[in-house]
Every structure is written in structure tokens, then in C-alpha cells.
């Protein structure tokens, strides 16, 4: 089993561990965003059930201000395989973010719900 805390900790999560921490708020036991990073026509075809906010690498810089107020919340970030995200997991930290986790893999290796 996994241990919430310890995965919040970490700098990077897979899909499995993603799946646990979303059951995880689903009843309230932990809290943080779940932001995904693709562009929006990749969003609309196929989404994680639980991601908060969609702000797209492409206009990055334009949008991070909708998650401003949760510096000090866990952010995990989300694409397509792993990389554009842990690109905003850098610029949200050098924002001033205190807690960013990666998804490695992305949504292409999360097995969770989708829609």
C-alpha cells in the first residue's frame, strides 16, 4: 500500500501511485491539484477524471496565474508522456511553488478513469 505523505514527497510519481493519491481525495483524506499541460484539442479527446486546472505548456506563463493562490499545495503536473510536464514542474518551481510533482509517463501510462 502506499503512504500518502511519502508520495506527495516525491518529485515524481507513476500512474499507479497517481491513481491511489486521486482515490486518496476523492474521500478527503489528502488535497492537491492535478494540472494538465497538453493543449486543449489533446485534453478534449482524453482526460484523467480529477484534473483541476488545464493550463497549457504553449501559453504557460499567460495562464499559471489561475493556480496562484495553491503555492503552498501540492501541484502534480500531467501530459501526454512526461515531458512537457516536468518542464512546468520546473517553471512552477522557479515561480515560487513549493511542493510540484512530475507524472512520469503521463496520461499514456496512467490506467486509471478517463473520459
Do not use: H, W
Amino acid at each position: 500500500m502506499y503512504n500518502t505523505e511519502n508520495l506527495l514527497a516525491k518529485k515524481e510519481i507513476n500512474g499507479k501511485e497517481l491513481e491511489f493519491l486521486l482515490s486518496e481525495r476523492k474521500s478527503e483524506k489528502t488535497n492537491f491539484l492535478l494540472v494538465d499541460v497538453r493543449e486543449e484539442y489533446e485534453y478534449n479527446e482524453k482526460k484523467i477524471v480529477g484534473v483541476d486546472y488545464l493550463i497549457p505548456l504553449s501559453d504557460f506563463f499567460n495562464k499559471v496565474n489561475q493556480i496562484d493562490d495553491y503555492k503552498s499545495v501540492p501541484i502534480i503536473t500531467k501530459c501526454k508522456l512526461g515531458g512537457r510536464s516536468a518542464r512546468a514542474q520546473m517553471q512552477l518551481n522557479m515561480l515560487g511553488f513549493k511542493n510540484v510533482i512530475n507524472l512520469s509517463g503521463g496520461i499514456t501510462d496512467y490506467k486509471g478513469e478517463t473520459v
